[in-house]
């Protein structure tokens, strides 16, 4: 949304400015959502490794039994659900007010609504996943070895840390050039086309 919108504000003569903001919203989180869903999927697949259960209702109370990958888990829910202090925040809120500032109310009212579902069912997930009652079959689980534990560790640590590209020194330095790159080619194909 943030990076299809931008070239949309271009071209119908918006301001620069807004349609940077919009580009580095969407690039921002994409790099985010790489983080929080590598995180997701590795907390699926630690949760699998030790249970052998997809089934989310026939798991539960496993946060005691896998502390690691509960925590990580929830972090990367919160993440990718938009909850600060978490890196999903802060790039979600960038497409939001990108598209207010740009007059796509609508856009960011659906950004809105997203987060709102993604929260419902992350949090659905974490419930019953790892809080409520330990099921019988499950209960000589134990959490998965350190390296599983460690690359979880590291992208929880990165969900909290990418919230720093927010600040304006940092930002410049790590992403304006690529949305300085988009900014050029997006003016380019304008001017193209008008040819």
């Known amino acids: 949304m943030g990076i299809g919108s931008g ?3 271009l071209t119908r003569n918006g301001n620069k400015t807004i349609a940077a903001l919009s580009i580095f ?32 209702n026939q798991l539960g109370g496993l946060s005691a039994k896998m502390p690691v990958t509960s925590s990580s888990s929830l972090i990367a ?3 990718i659900s938009g909850i600060p202090p978490f890196n999903g925040f802060f ?13 796509y109310y609508w856009l960011a009212g659906i950004a809105i609504i997203i987060s709102i579902i993604t929260l419902a069912y992350f949090l659905k997930l974490q419930k019953n996943t790892f809080y409520g009652d330990i099921k ?13 534990c460690f690359s979880m560790i590291v992208l929880a640590i990165l969900c909290i840390c990418l919230s720093l590209l927010i600040i304006p020194g940092i930002r410049e330095a790590v992403m304006e050039p690529v949305v300085n790159t988009l900014i050029n080619k997006a003016n380019y194909l304008l001017i193209l086309s008008e040819i």
Do not use: C, Y
């Open 7 to 9: 070239p949309l504000i």
């Open 25 to 56: 919203g969407g690039l921002f989180h994409l790099v985010n959502h790489a983080v929080f869903k590598g995180l997701l999927f590795l907390s699926a697949g630690a949760v699998e490794h030790r249970t052998g259960i997809r089934d989310l």
């Open 77 to 79: 829910s919160l993440a």
């Open 91 to 103: 790039s979600k809120l960038v497409i939001i007010i990108a598209a207010i500032q740009g007059h």
């Open 136 to 148: 019988n079959k499950i209960d000589n689980i134990k959490e998965v070895p350190f390296t599983m």
